[in-house]
């Protein structure tokens, strides 16, 4: 019995959409390449990309500070 392999996956990175298939050739997969993946961090790292929440969660920040100055 012979085993078939299963095609690669392919998908667009998030930063250029250039096509990138997910194996080892690939080591910063989602993304194309180290600029990408740095590129996408820098968006998470000023805010520009961010996960949207309740304003209580956005809270949460503060309400850790006040209950550390104890």
Not at 17 to 35: A, G, K, L, M, T
Request: hydrophobic share 25%.
């Amino acid at each position: 019995m012979t085993q078939t392999q299963k095609p690669p996956i392919q998908l667009k990175c998030p930063s250029c959409q250039r096509q990138v298939i997910w194996n080892d050739e690939f080591p910063y997969r989602p993304f194309c390449s180290e600029r990408c993946k740095l590129i996408d961090f820098s968006d998470w790292a000023t805010e520009k990309n961010r996960i949207p929440g309740s304003e209580e969660s956005s809270n949460i920040s503060d309400q850790w500070e006040s209950s550390t100055d104890d």
